[in-house]
């Protein structure tokens, strides 16, 4: 199959507008558009066909309160490193949507999947959490062509989260992504928008 411009700058579009949320509506998001979700991942590539991602939904009342208290005083930890302007501004920032996103996954990357047997990670294993990364993103992409929002949440302690959800040992804690309809659209990173940190233009480096 060829693409066109077309298709060239709806996928343009898609990226520009593809952020990471922290404001959401509390809309649920219609199975039909979750299954759509799970059609994305499914086509994501993985090293030796490995398929190693783990997708978890989390709608217990009670895990849902441990992950935010993992979020919390991680984020109290996460402050001690900034002094004065730094972390007043820190403190303003909102770092997470864990309590009004409908739809919370916690994705996890199976270190030693059957399938695949083995081929192209024996000299580097952590294409496993290559893949799981790409089908994250291919989600994120499904769910703004669906007006939906992710937040992915990276302010936890994955050794006391591991702890929160029954899984596997070989299952290695990857990310947990809030979904949800967004409050608001925006075309640049919020961080930016907060003057914490600017766009900075990326160059080739040549050697």
């Given at each position: ?145 669906l007006n939906i929002g992710v937040g992915w949440v990276s302010i936890l302690n994955p050794d006391k989260f591991n702890q929160i959800i029954d899984v596997p ?39």
């Amino acid at each position: 199959m060829k693409f066109n411009q077309n298709d060239r700058d709806t996928l343009l579009n898609l990226l520009n507008w593809r952020r990471d949320v922290r404001h959401f509506e509390t809309t649920p998001i219609p199975n039909e558009q979750v299954d759509q979700l799970l059609q994305a991942i499914e086509l994501a590539p993985s090293v030796g066909n490995s398929r190693p991602w783990r997708f978890i939904k989390v709608e217990s009342h009670e895990i849902r309160k441990q992950v935010y208290q993992n979020f919390a005083a991680s984020n109290v930890s996460a402050a001690d490193i900034y002094s004065d302007d730094e972390l007043q501004k820190y403190n303003e920032l909102k770092l997470a949507g864990l309590k009004e996103a409908p739809l919370h996954l916690a994705v996890f990357t199976d270190m030693n999947p059957e399938l695949g047997k083995g081929l192209g990670r024996q000299t580097m294993p952590e294409t496993l959490l290559y893949s799981t990364v790409t089908a994250i993103h291919n989600l994120w992409l499904m769910a703004r062509s669906l007006n939906i929002g992710v937040g992915w949440v990276s302010i936890l302690n994955p050794d006391k989260f591991n702890q929160i959800i029954d899984v596997p040992e070989d299952w290695q804690f990857t990310g947990y992504l809030c979904l949800g309809y967004p409050k608001f659209d925006a075309d640049t990173p919020e961080l930016h928008e907060k003057s914490w940190q600017k766009n900075v233009k990326t160059n080739w480096i040549v050697r």
